[in-house]
């Protein structure tokens, strides 16, 4: 089963509406120069509606590794998702479990720039590159670059929506994907509708007769 993360979450009552349309996992942006950033104290009310069973993720850009261990321990973050330019070893000081984003660009060999990151952590998360801008850009990788034949549990991000999840599903076979713009109606603001399409393509291609 293709798990799905929700990434950029703003607001405790799309909690409830986002897990019982299906998603697995929900994103909260420390990053303040993005448009779906939360601090810790917004970040605590929209933890505090999350239910068992369901993951927290907290996402940082190139945070001190003390002060994303802080928020961490603040808000009760199950996962950590790297998205700057950390390296292995700023990563490794993590006080929780954490995977690193990748930002694929043409002609990268995906094998190559996740070796290092498979060696420690228990899953990559592959984005679009987009010169000057971190994440949640909307933007899709050309998926031929994923290598047919893995190891690890790839996270597919990156320009996802209704209409092309169910193929990139397909073609690469993920762990999980992990969808931000493709599923809202503003920035942070979530189109619950959206998602449940989103949900209803990734479902039925676990079981396309149904
Ligand atoms: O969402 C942001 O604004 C953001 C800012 C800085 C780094 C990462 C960010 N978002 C990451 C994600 O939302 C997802 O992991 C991924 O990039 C997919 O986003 P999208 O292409 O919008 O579906």
């Known amino acids: 089963m ?4 929700v990434c950029g ?14 998603v697995d996992a929900l994103g909260l942006v420390f990053y303040p120069p993005s448009p779906r950033a939360v601090t810790p104290d917004q970040a605590v009310q929209i933890q505090r509606a999350v239910g068992p069973y369901v ?3 907290g996402l940082f850009v190139n945070t001190p590794i003390d002060e994303v261990n802080a928020i961490a321990d603040a808000v009760g973050l199950d996962w950590i998702q790297f998205h700057g330019s950390e390296t292995v070893a700023q990563c490794m000081g993590a006080n929780r479990p954490w995977y690193k984003a990748l930002r694929v660009r043409a002609g990268d060999d995906v094998d190559a720039i996740t070796r290092p990151w498979r060696a420690v952590s228990n899953g990559v998360l592959l984005d679009a590159f987009v010169k000057g801008v971190p994440g949640g850009t909307g933007t899709r990788f050309n998926w031929d670059q994923v290598p047919s034949t893995r190891d690890w549990k790839l996270i597919l991000a990156g320009g996802l929506d209704v209409s092309n999840v169910r193929a990139a599903i397909a073609q690469t076979q993920p762990y999980a994907v992990d969808v931000s713009g493709g599923v809202e109606s503003a920035p942070g603001i979530k189109d619950i509708q959206k998602v449940q399409a989103f949900m209803q393509e990734v479902r039925n291609d676990q079981h396309p007769n149904s």
């Open 2 to 5: 293709v798990r799905v993360k």
């Open 55 to 57: 993951s927290t993720i």
């Open 9 to 22: 979450i703003t607001q405790p009552h799309q909690v409830d509406p986002l897990v019982d349309a299906g």
